[in-house]
């Protein structure tokens, strides 16, 4: 656990208790020193009267009546100061439950002086994440009484902690959860009580059973409440769940970190050993890094070494590392041969030269390692090694060994992100052991690392044909900061990646690297272009102040980036660029345009925020991303670079491979003083028949009707063996979407909300269900005598893979089946 109290670092919130009535029963220190009133003179008052505009005393007391926004309310709005003048603050209201069932208000405000402006035209949840609370909805809100037992809460805190209703109320978090974890947060709240300072951002694992293993980590504020005589009332804590968002940093933390902690020396054995102490903790528990000691493979074993019990020498261990003092782990000490079976994924990807991905290892008798390994075996069972990848050394075109990642301790089984981040730090290791030979080995480690930097088969899926072209102004080491993407994403969309980072050779590549896989995690999340961006500048951020922390603001990591998502459904093409060249468009008659798209700062300039620009396409358009390169000359204005590329892309007669192989050689400067990529896309669209959607009331009764209709869909589409999982799916989906709708909204609003059903055939089978709340659908873990809380995981079982993302008007969540390859 982590605690951060403040002391005027940053902007701290004003908190208020607020009776059915809009009446203050509590008053924060925090809120005397925005308003100038003390306890003694607010408590008892009505909140109202700090308002100064008519209209917002109005907004408020509709939403305390109507209880809208799903139990929440924020805006802008400006209270009147002791001392009469005006401020402007933010707003957040969220309703509580209490066991005595009167109904409370918590009230949260922060001086707009003190936040970063935001647009006219924001929405609740960007000014949400602009207070100096734990910035992502939605927030759960305990107040406790001065001896720390619960009397209010609201009813998104126990979806956070795991902590039930009837458990919580009337007791102490140290009685609702005994243990350590508790007693510390506890201990926060005393202080808090005592000295009446605010404690910010206090990091704590959720509070589940002890047979219940929990990874979610939550992050708290505590502010103190007092009465009308100016006591202590009790306690206000604020959580959010921040699990995701700390992995995602911490994946790409480690990115950054291999940069600079592997290939410090020389040494191959240093070398090393550096890759597999990184992995450590938050990718494996247990690593180990062999190198071959006959490489290509079929060459003999080591002379002075035989057989050994039926293995052969094949490594040597370079790297070894465990979170177990000792790594009992390990057979074999570093430096000592290292003996497997012929048959086993070690000498499989060392044959191959591709990663062992085995997320749930199988260590039962009967496979390899029972029949041929059962030493290894033993080692696996003792230390409950229950996940593994197995990840190639590549140099020089040659597999030079292989790093292996397991884990124990942490039950979570590795996913494909993980195997990503595996390979990406290899590389760096592969990159340090061929600088170790100098030149001649520099030169085959660079290519090889660039065919890992880039997509190898890109394909846009049902949304787009791609054709792509890379060309390295260095084209001694075939290497540089451009880089590319094509990224599939849910519902049949696509996204279209094209960056380019300044420099050439091996360092550009390297920082394109990082990009590239920083990219490949937001995609992952997502989220609007413009909101990509912004975390990939932030991100290129982190990258240059890690550079040089001693000085920060002295290097710069100057890169552009323009970022597209294509959505064949309803061709359209949301893009926002970072300093890039903007897109060019050819429509199906060969007619070329350049959209108007804001061009936006360099990234890692954190200067303007970046904007998103949404097109319709006709189906057969042509979208062109490239680098400055391709446009670029010295003695020429960049305008008539454009009108140069204009002029070429405008041949309709020409495939798409062609096309993009005659505009790089007609365009490309001789000789080359910049890097050029150029990416096409001729986009397409799924026709009606692809495609069935339907809306429904937030009534639980449409559900049958929902799988019906699906249904005969399927059946139209001939896909009869899908129908019934499919039926599942939809029920599950529709179900979770109306209870959480009807649950987030008051009976007068029920009626107008509407759920969204829609089915799309292409390379899988999409499900997609919209609704209009914000809330993020969680995986449970229900007991057998549970009567609820198996929806998402049948989903998850049913599905391919599923997921959620934010609409304009609300949420969209998927889940996709996989089609025969004949339909």
């Avoid at 809100?141 to 209703?165: A, E, F, M, W, Y």
């Avoid at 519902?491 to 091996?506: S, T, W």
């Avoid at 936006?600 to 390169?629: K, Q, R």
Wanted: proline residues 7%.
């Amino acid at each position: 656990m982590s605690t951060n109290e403040a002391h005027g670092r940053t902007a701290c919130p004003a908190i208020a208790l607020l009776d059915a009535q809009g009446t203050v029963v509590g008053w924060s220190q925090a809120a005397q020193q925005l308003v100038g009133y003390s306890a003694v003179e607010v408590v008892g008052r009505s909140a109202g009267v700090l308002l100064v505009t008519a209209d917002d005393r109005a907004k408020a007391s509709q939403a305390a009546q109507e209880s809208t926004l799903r139990g929440r309310w924020s805006d802008l709005a400006q209270v009147r100061h002791r001392d009469g003048r005006i401020i402007d603050v933010r707003l957040c209201v969220s309703s509580l439950s209490g066991q005595d069932g009167l109904e409370r208000w918590v009230v949260y405000a922060t001086d707009k002086a003190l936040l970063p402006a935001w647009p006219a035209e924001a929405t609740v949840e960007p000014l949400l994440a602009t207070l100096p609370l734990p910035s992502r909805l939605p927030i759960g809100v305990v107040i406790r009484d001065t001896h720390l037992r619960c009397i209010q809460v609201n009813d998104t805190q126990g979806s956070k902690d795991g902590i039930p209703l009837p458990k919580r109320l009337g007791r102490r978090l140290t009685e609702a959860a005994p243990g350590t974890e508790a007693e510390t947060l506890e201990a926060v709240m005393h202080r808090v009580l005592e000295s009446g300072d605010p404690a910010m951002e206090v990091d704590y694992q959720a509070l589940l059973p002890a047979n219940v293993r929990s990874n979610r980590i939550l992050t708290a504020s505590f502010f103190r409440l007092d009465d009308a005589q100016g006591r202590a009332l009790g306690v206000c804590s604020v959580s959010v769940d921040v699990t995701d968002s700390r992995r995602a940093r911490e994946r790409l933390a480690i990115l950054g970190a291999a940069s600079r902690r592997i290939g410090t020396t020389l040494d191959v054995m240093q070398t090393a050993q550096e890759l597999a102490d990184l992995a450590l903790p938050f990718l494996a528990d247990y690593t180990t890094v062999d190198l071959a000691e006959s490489v290509p493979l079929g060459e003999e074993p080591l002379t002075h070494l035989g057989p050994q019990d039926g293995r052969i020498p094949v490594f040597r261990r370079a790297g070894l590392a465990s979170i177990h003092p000792g790594t009992p782990e390990s057979l074999f000490a570093r430096g000592e041969p290292v003996f497997v079976p012929p048959t086993s994924p070690f000498t499989g990807v060392l044959r191959s030269g591709k990663s062992h991905f085995e997320p749930m290892l199988d260590t039962s008798p009967g496979t390899w390692l029972d029949h041929h390994d059962p030493a290894r075996a033993k080692k696996f069972r003792e230390h409950a090694m229950h996940s593994l990848m197995v990840v190639p050394i590549h140099a020089r075109g040659a597999v030079l060994g292989v790093a292996v990642f397991v884990r124990t301790e942490d039950p979570r089984p590795f996913e494909e992100d993980d195997l990503l981040l595996a390979e990406e730090l290899v590389s760096w290791a592969a990159l340090a052991l061929d600088n170790a030979h100098q030149y001649v080995r520099e030169r085959s480690a660079a290519l090889a690392l660039q065919r890992l930097l880039h997509p190898h088969r890109p394909t846009g899926g049902s949304a787009a044909d791609v054709a792509w072209r890379y060309l390295p102004a260095d084209s001694h080491h075939g290497i540089g900061g451009d880089w590319f993407d094509v990224i599939p994403l849910s519902g049949a969309r696509v996204a279209l990646v094209v960056g380019d980072v300044v420099g050439h050779g091996i360092n550009a590549a390297a920082k394109m690297g990082q990009l590239r896989t920083a990219m490949h995690t937001l995609a992952d999340m997502d989220m609007p272009p413009d909101e990509v961006l912004s975390r990939l500048d932030e991100q290129v951020i982190r990258f240059t102040e890690a550079e040089d922390p001693r000085s920060p603001g002295t290097t710069m990591m100057a890169a552009t980036c323009l970022y597209a998502v294509y959505d064949p459904v309803t061709r359209t093409c949301t893009m926002a660029r970072a300093g890039h060249p903007p897109p060019a468009i050819i429509d199906p008659y060969g007619h070329v345009t350049f959209p108007d798209v804001p061009a936006g700062a360099p990234l890692g300039l954190g200067l303007v925020p970046f904007e998103s620009v949404t097109l319709e396409l006709a189906e057969g358009s042509v979208l062109a991303l490239y680098t400055d390169g391709l446009i670029e000359a010295r003695d020429q204005d960049i305008s008539a670079g454009m009108n140069r590329l204009r002029a070429v892309l405008a041949r309709p007669d020409l495939t798409l491979d062609d096309l993009c192989s005659s505009t790089v050689d007609a365009l490309r400067a001789k000789p080359p003083s910049d890097d050029v990529t150029l990416l096409l896309a001729r986009t397409r669209s799924l026709s009606a028949d692809q495609v069935a959607s339907w809306q429904f009331p937030s009534d639980p009764a449409v559900v049958s009707r929902a799988r019906r209709l699906a249904a005969r869909q399927l059946t139209q589409w001939g896909l009869e063996h899908l129908a019934e999982s499919t039926e599942l799916i939809v029920s599950e989906l529709l179900t979770n979407a109306i209870i959480h709708s009807n649950g987030d909204c008051s009976s007068d609003c029920n009626s107008d909300r509407t759920i969204g059903l829609r089915l799309i055939r292409h390379e899988m089978l999409t499900c997609e269900v919209f609704d209009a709340t914000h809330s993020h659908p969680l995986v449970r873990h229900p007991r057998t005598t549970d009567e609820h809380g198996r929806g998402l995981f049948l989903v998850t079982q049913l599905s391919r893979r599923w997921g959620t993302r934010h609409i304009s008007d609300g949420k969209l969540i998927w889940a996709d089946q996989q089609l025969p390859a004949s339909a």
